[in-house]
């Protein structure tokens, strides 16, 4: 059974970095497209970034340049270092792994931005 636990969100002030993990277990990440998303309240489950093998990745226009999505193969782990913080970034952050045709969620972690 797949399962994909994320951890690292929480409140932090405008300007301020948080570290999102999504460990996955029941599924290897090597081979798989990896994404983050989040969604704030009262809108749409949105891609924020996405890993597609070793190197290619993707990013919403508003996050290039301040987030950043990696993997560790070895800790079979999921990344996203969010710098430079907004409060427009508050939403849950959840993690996605699709592999082999289907597509797995993490719970989700709140991410507060606020001062």
């Known amino acids: 059974q797949v399962h994909l636990v994320e951890s690292g969100g929480g409140l932090v002030q405008p300007g301020g970095s948080l570290r999102l993990s999504c460990a996955a277990s029941g599924i290897f990440l090597s081979g798989s497209i990896m994404g983050w998303y989040r969604q704030a309240p009262g809108k749409q489950r949105e891609l924020v970034a996405s890993?597609?093998?070793?190197?290619?990745?993707t990013y919403a226009d508003s996050v290039k340049g301040r987030f950043t999505i990696s993997r560790d193969i070895a800790k079979n782990t999921l990344y996203l270092q969010m710098n430079s913080l907004k409060p427009e970034d508050t939403a849950v952050y959840y993690c996605?792994?699709?592999?082999?045709?289907?597509?797995?969620w993490g719970q989700g972690t709140q991410v507060t931005v606020s001062s």
């Open positions: 890993l597609t093998g070793v190197i290619y990745t």
């Open positions: 996605s792994v699709k592999k082999g045709g289907d597509s797995y």
